[in-house]
């Protein structure tokens, strides 16, 4: 059945016009917005306020990399994880434990030697999960004789394996030199041998915590290959191999790159466009293609990969995805990015192209990849019996049978029986042959998926597109935290997820039970101590959310928000109160993508909120209304520069800390007081503070207040420092530690002698206030660690790649 944009308009009560840029936002038919619910359809139209959401957050990644110069060194994780390893002196064996958590690891188990124990099976580490949301996947690689054996690489936690078909999952290796992951290659001649690419490339702020490509011989001890250690490979976004398994090309952000070595020692440039992939014909290695990453360009070679020449096609823009169609290769599609996604195809192997219709059923072009195709775009012609059957995605997943002159919804993302919006990888299974076996698997922002039967999923005939998928999510525990908060009465966790929303924790459910609590990107959390029904969350730019259930509903379509903004349903669009019942920076997006805020653990009832200024409320648990909620006020005016860490002290609520992205540190005494008096501190004295970079943490020592950690972004060798008097003179406590952001330090609530410290590289520990720190770490993982609290005596570590873990540190 065929939608108008006034039926549509009529029956969800929105206004016409803000129709088409729904569709157009969220790459779907009118039919498929008609299913979506009330709140569903205000929380698309919320996320038009922020277009370009994907290249927020890695502008927000990025400025905590940043150095004091305002750059980012090239692999310099990977450079810091050599300094760390040069550091330590493998005659001396490493402490068992540091402060009660495990730090084991010798020099050759950060090389990526094989572990003690690995990741999820420590003996003291607990992983919470999620096991059932998983996280951005942009690579799937299958075994071709035994295809049980998978392996995936999720953008933020490394590369994943299972035995069973997606039944189970576990990491390759929690110390892999880098994490962020973004592609997986398989020699076609010996499955044993994968290549896998880190750094995304895929926006013009990503891309900076690649450290070239990694390769395994025996599908599980990987190691990088040093050739590609270099900056032009810090971000690798396709890697292609010859049917031969000879030639390997790697398409990255600065172009393209050619090694016919064994060895893989020597690499040449041979194209210097930003591509996003690269492909060999699978039946004839002297022919290539690859599409760009922004220019809008396909290239294609007809000697291995050698030199190059420009297709001819039309005018493009954006990205540029490439597939060959398996059936004849001859015949290749190019799914380009444009305004909303196009699709074209060439019949003679990639050196010329034609547009075809890219019809929905109304007869609509349809805007199959949304406003963001640069970011997922994705293109499948793999049956080998149909060279016309091709499968798109996008915001969701297409398929067209008439070679892409007229493409169907096969997913609906909103639903959470079908698959999970943004879609980045497709891959047949190896038995595929467009009869008995039809199987093929999905990589997107949720995880793995699958279609058993590609013929007869998303069959039905409207919206929503369930039937046929089954989500692999099985403990691929890869969700990227920001923030977590947990509340020790009734022991539930919330985290603010990115791409994932809010979601929660419920002991009594385990690791799979996390559920959702609010949608779109999740931010900073807080937990009410005294009361377990109350938690706060966030979405972007300091938007503010309350639940008052337990962490058991999920977002009713705005009024959670007490920030200001609200549902307004005589305007049929998203309003703001009047003052003193919001946020003006979060109104007018004057704060970070991922703003700080912070209950006072002190009083229930006071929130703090870092923007450019600072903001409080003393009624946090007001009813809210429309028209009112808790009241705002500003406590500390604008330094001209992001509020991006604060922190208030146990026992005393006016002993106030605020840290900003330029380095800045206040502090006040008087944080109660209407007009409070701010002091700015490092700055003079016999030993101030010396970084000028983002302010990531700050943390007051519970038993003496005048001792307080502050740390810092950038991969510097100064990113934690101390003081003992309230900020006069100032100590830096990084000496051995790696020079990398580090995220959150935390205390051990009895013993304050104890510190935890959250890096890029994983949890470090000191058992003697930060003097001396344990030369590795055991644990959780070797991704970002970026926030630590406390449920009494355990530990929780929130990761940006690896979900929630806890230790009991009840016994030190």
Not at 239 to 259: D, H
Not at 470 to 477: A, K, M, Q, S
Not at 690 to 716: K, L, M, N, Q
Request: aromatic share 8%; charged share 20%; glycine share 12%.
């Amino acid at each position: 059945m065929t939608i108008s944009d006034e039926q549509l308009a009529r029956a969800k009560n929105i206004r016409i016009e803000q129709v088409p840029l729904l569709r157009r936002s969220r790459g779907a038919t009118n039919g498929t917005l008609l299913g979506l619910s009330d709140a569903a359809i205000r929380r698309a139209l919320r996320r038009l306020n922020y277009p370009d959401l994907p290249n927020a957050r890695r502008q927000f990644r990025l400025e905590q990399d940043r150095g004091d110069d305002g750059t980012v060194p090239a692999h310099a994780q990977g450079v810091a994880l050599d300094r760390l390893r040069s550091r330590m002196d493998d005659s001396v064996a490493p402490a068992a434990q540091t402060a009660g958590v495990p730090t084991g690891l010798t020099s050759e188990n950060l090389a990526g030697g094989p572990t003690p124990t690995a990741g999820m099976q420590l003996t003291q580490w607990e992983w919470l999960g999620p096991g059932n949301i998983g996280g951005r996947t942009r690579g799937i690689a299958i075994h071709p004789e035994e295809p049980l054996k998978m392996w995936a690489a999720s953008s933020g936690g490394g590369v994943w394996h299972t035995q069973d078909g997606g039944g189970q999952w576990a990491p390759v290796d929690d110390f892999l030199g880098n994490l962020a992951c973004s592609c997986l290659t398989m020699d076609p001649t010996d499955p044993t041998t994968i290549y896998a690419g880190t750094g995304e490339g895929f926006s013009n702020s990503d891309a900076l915590r690649g450290n070239g490509v990694f390769q395994t011989t025996d599908g599980v001890n990987w190691a990088p290959i040093t050739t590609t250690q270099t900056t032009d490979f810090r971000a690798v976004t396709r890697i292609a191999l010859s049917p031969n398994g000879e030639v390997v090309l790697a398409a990255t952000a600065t172009g393209l790159f050619r090694c016919a070595d064994a060895e893989r020692k020597t690499w040449t440039q041979v194209l210097d466009v930003p591509l996003g992939v690269v492909l060999f014909d699978p039946t004839d290695g002297s022919r290539a293609v690859a599409g760009a990453l922004g220019a809008g360009a396909a290239f294609a070679s007809t000697d291995g990969g050698q030199t190059w020449q420009s297709a001819t096609h039309g005018p493009w823009s954006g990205r540029v995805e490439l597939a060959y169609a398996a059936k004849d290769p001859r015949i290749v599609y190019a799914s380009v990015q444009m305004t909303s996604g196009r699709i074209w195809r060439s019949t003679d192997g990639g050196l010329t192209y034609q547009s075809r219709k890219t019809l929905d059923l109304s007869g609509h072009v349809a805007d199959y990849l949304g406003d963001q195709g640069w970011y997922g775009n994705a293109v499948w012609a793999g049956d080998p019996t149909n060279e016309k059957l091709v499968v798109l995605g996008g915001v969701d997943l297409w398929r067209s049978t008439d070679g892409g002159d007229h493409i169907t919804e096969i997913s609906t993302w909103w639903d959470g029986q079908s698959v999970h919006a943004d879609h980045h990888a497709i891959v047949s299974h190896p038995s595929y042959d467009g009869t008995t076996n039809r199987t093929v698997f999905f990589g997107n922002d949720g995880g793995v998926f699958k279609a058993d039967d590609l013929a007869q999923t998303g069959t039905e005939p409207e919206a929503p597109f369930v039937h046929g998928w089954t989500e692999l999510d099985n403990n691929y525990g890869v969700t990227q935290f920001y923030s977590g908060a947990g509340n020790r009465l009734s022991g539930k966790i919330i985290g603010g997820a990115q791409d994932n929303g809010t979601i929660c924790f419920d002991p009594a459910q385990g690791t799979d039970g996390w559920q959702q609590i609010f949608g779109g990107d999740g931010g900073w959390c807080a937990a009410d101590p005294d009361d377990p029904e109350v938690f706060y969350g966030e979405y972007v730019f300091l938007n503010i959310h309350r639940n008052i259930d337990g962490g058991t509903s999920d977002d009713t379509g705005g009024d959670r928000y007490i920030s200001g903004q609200f549902w307004n349903d005589d305007i049929r669009d998203w309003d703001w109160k009047p003052v003193p019942f919001l946020i003006p920076d979060a109104k007018n997006n004057k704060a970070l993508f991922i703003a700080p805020f912070t209950l006072d653990p002190n009083n229930s009832d006071r929130l703090l909120a870092g923007g450019l200024s600072l903001w409080r409320t003393n009624n946090a648990n007001e009813t809210n209304t429309p028209t009112s909620g808790p009241a705002w006020r500003s406590v500390k005016p604008s330094a001209g520069a992001n509020i991006s860490a604060l922190t208030v002290a146990h026992g005393n609520s006016d002993l106030i800390w605020v840290g900003h992205v330029n380095g800045m540190l206040f502090r006040t005494a008087n944080g109660t007081a209407a007009t409070p008096t701010w002091e700015r501190v490092g700055v003079t004295g016999p030993s101030p503070l010396r970084p000028s970079r983002y302010c990531t943490s700050i943390t007051v020592d519970p038993a003496a207040p005048d001792t307080v950690f502050v740390a810092f972004g950038g991969f510097e060798a100064d990113n934690l420092w101390v003081t003992h008097d309230g900020g006069a003179r100032w100590t830096q406590l990084a000496q051995t530690l790696p020079d990398v952001p580090i995220r959150a330090v935390a205390i051990h609530p009895r013993r304050t002698e104890l510190l935890y410290c959250g890096t890029e590289v994983g949890l470090f520990a000191s058992d003697d206030g930060g003097v001396t720190w344990s030369a590795t770490n055991e644990g959780p993982t070797n991704c970002s660690v970026d926030q630590l609290f406390w449920m009494d005596e355990t530990l929780i570590s929130a990761t940006h790649g690896r979900g929630m873990f806890r230790i009991d540190l009840s016994t030190v």
